[in-house]
């Protein structure tokens, strides 16, 4: 069994608003976009999109300053 270090190069976030959909029937809704960029450890960087709501993108950051904080203790 190999591991390998996985690092996250850059977290990149935009908000934005949904206006319109043929598919939402609620609009104006707040939407995060986040563009994480991924070193696989082997050299390669590999970027990924996703989008989340305003509450998932909070509690997605609030995840992130937890690890950040239990790193520290290490």
Do not use: H, W
Not at 14 to 42: E, F, H, W
Request: glycine content about 4%.
């Amino acid at each position: 069994l190999e591991f390998r270090r996985v690092l996250f190069r850059s977290l990149e976030t935009k908000l934005g608003v949904a206006v319109c959909s043929d598919q939402c029937k609620r609009m104006n809704t707040p939407y995060v976009t986040v563009l994480a960029r991924i070193d696989d450890g082997c050299g390669s960087v590999r970027d990924t999109t996703f989008e989340m709501t305003l509450a998932q993108f909070q509690s997605f950051a609030k995840s992130f300053k937890d690890i950040a904080a239990l790193m520290d203790t290490l």
